[in-house]
C-alpha cells in the first residue's frame, strides 16, 4: 500500500473516527483504526470500531497502491496532528505488510501494524428498515432529547434515546427516571421512505432505541454536515447503519421495552407560569451558584397578584439568595422546588422566546412547554419535595 494525502484532511477524519476505538479493547486490533486505500476509486477509507459503535470515512487521496493495514489509533493520531498542515503525508507499507513509513516534509516515521484481515466487519445492513431522514430534523431531535438519557449502565435501557417513527414524522424521547424530554419533528423524513419488504402500515410505526454515546456520534456528524442531502438510516437484526455521503456510523440497538412514557404526561394543569427563557436561564444560573451548595435544589413560588415569580436557593450554613421574574401567572399561588441542573438542560435545549411551566402540585409531575406551539418540545421533571 503506498498513499499520499492532505495532512489536514487526513488528520480531521483520524480525530473521527478515533472516538469509536475502545478505550480498554477486548482484543489488541480494536486499539486501532483500520486504513484501506483504493487506486481504482482514488481514496483512502478509515475505520474505528469497538463492536458497538463504528465509525467510517473515507477521504480524497492520491493511491499509487491499494492496501490495507490496521496502525494504533493513538499514536497515529497524536503523529499525524503534530505534522505540518503545508506538507502532504505519505504512508507506505514494506512488502512483509506488518510495518508502514509515515512520511512528511519534516521527517519520517515507522510504525508496526496489524493485518487488516484481523479487524471485524462493520455491520451491514442489506434488508429490514430503510428510511431518508431531513439531517436538520435529526440533528434538532437529538439535540432536543440526548441530555435526559441516563448515564447509569444499571439501567440499560433508559441510556439510549427512543425513534419513533410515523409516516413523516419522527418522535424522540430519552428519560433518565427523573426527567422526560420528547421532541417531535414534523417533517423529518422524506415522503419517498420505504420499507425493504414490509408494509407502509408496518412502516409508519417502527421505532428503535439506541445508545446515546451512538447518537451524540451522529449529532456530531450531522451538526458539521453542509449538505442539504438525506441521512440513510438502516435497521436490521438489532443494527442500524447511519449514511450520509461518505461517512457512516453504526450501532448496535438496545433491546427490551421502551417505558410509555405518554402516561407519565399529565392531561391537565390547574396551575401556569410564563417566563422569558432567557431571562429565567440567567436568573437561575446566578442562583446555582448557591444551589451547588446544597442538594442543587431551586425553589420557585408565585405571587399571582403582582405577576412575579421568585427563584431562591438556601445553603446551609453557606448562605442564601433569591431572584425575582415578571411572569403570566394562571392558578393559585404555589411552592415547588426543582434541581436546578434538570431545569437548566432543559431550558437549554429549547429554542423559542417564551417558556410556559405547567404544574398542578408541588409533589407532582412539572412539564416545561416553548411558548410557541409549533415547538414539538415538552420536558417533564419531577419536583423535589421540600420540608416547609
Not at 507499507?93 to 519534516?106: C, D, I, K, R
Not at 454536515?225 to 456510523?249: H, I, K, N
Not at 453557606?318 to 422546588?337: F, H, P, Y
Request: proline share 4%; aromatic share 4%.
Amino acid at each position: 500500500m503506498k498513499v499520499v494525502c492532505s495532512q489536514a484532511e487526513f488528520n480531521a477524519a483520524l480525530q473521527l473516527v478515533s472516538r469509536a476505538v475502545a478505550t480498554r479493547p477486548t482484543h489488541p486490533v480494536l486499539a486501532n483504526v483500520l486504513l484501506t486505500a483504493d487506486a481504482g476509486t482514488g481514496r483512502l477509507s478509515l475505520t474505528g470500531f469497538d463492536l458497538n459503535l463504528g465509525i467510517q470515512t473515507s477521504m480524497a487521496a492520491s493511491v499509487e497502491a491499494s492496501g490495507a493495514i490496521t496502525l494504533p489509533a493513538r499514536l497515529l493520531g497524536e503523529i499525524v496532528s503534530r505534522l505540518s498542515s503545508d506538507s502532504p503525508v505519505t504512508l507506505a507499507t514494506e512488502e512483509s505488510g506488518e510495518q508502514v513509513q509515515l512520511t512528511s516534509l519534516s521527517g519520517s516515521y515507522q510504525m508496526r501494524g496489524m493485518a487488516a484481515d484481523d479487524y471485524p466487519d462493520l455491520p451491514m445492513v442489506e434488508s429490514g428498515m430503510a428510511l431518508k431522514l431531513q439531517p436538520t430534523g435529526l440533528v434538532s431531535a437529538l439535540k432536543g432529547t440526548l441530555f435526559a438519557s441516563s448515564s447509569d449502565d444499571a439501567k440499560q435501557l433508559l441510556t439510549g434515546v427512543h425513534l419513533r417513527f410515523r409516516e413523516r414524522a419522527l418522535e424522540a424521547a430519552a428519560t433518565d427516571g427523573h426527567r422526560l424530554a420528547v421532541l417531535q419533528v414534523q417533517e423529518a423524513l422524506q415522503s419517498e421512505a420505504t420499507a425493504a419488504d414490509q408494509s407502509t402500515e408496518e412502516e409508519s410505526g417502527f421505532a428503535v432505541t439506541l445508545p446515546a454515546r451512538s447518537l451524540r456520534e451522529v449529532e456530531r456528524l450531522m451538526s458539521g454536515w453542509r449538505s442539504e442531502e438525506p441521512v440513510s438510516l438502516f435497521c436490521d437484526r438489532g443494527q442500524v447503519v447511519f449514511l450520509a455521503a461518505d461517512q457512516m456510523v453504526t450501532s448496535r440497538t438496545l433491546e427490551g421495552t421502551y417505558p410509555n412514557y405518554s402516561q407519565l404526561i399529565p392531561d391537565g394543569f390547574s396551575r401556569t407560569l410564563g417566563v422569558d427563557r432567557r431571562g429565567l436561564i440567567a436568573a437561575l444560573e446566578r442562583i446555582a451558584v448557591l444551589a451547588d451548595q446544597h442538594n442543587n435544589v431551586v425553589k420557585f413560588s408565585s405571587d399571582p397578584e403582582n405577576g412575579l415569580i421568585q427563584i431562591s436557593a438556601d445553603a446551609q450554613d453557606v448562605g442564601s439568595g433569591s431572584e425575582s421574574l415578571a411572569a403570566t401567572l394562571s392558578g393559585d399561588a404555589l411552592q415547588i422546588a426543582f434541581n436546578v441542573r434538570y431545569l437548566l438542560e432543559g431550558l437549554k435545549a429549547m429554542a423559542s422566546d417564551q417558556v410556559v411551566l405547567h404544574c398542578n402540585a408541588p409533589t407532582t409531575p412539572a412539564v416545561l412547554r416553548s411558548g410557541d406551539e409549533t415547538d414539538g418540545f415538552t420536558y417533564l421533571v419531577m419536583p423535589v419535595q421540600i420540608r416547609s
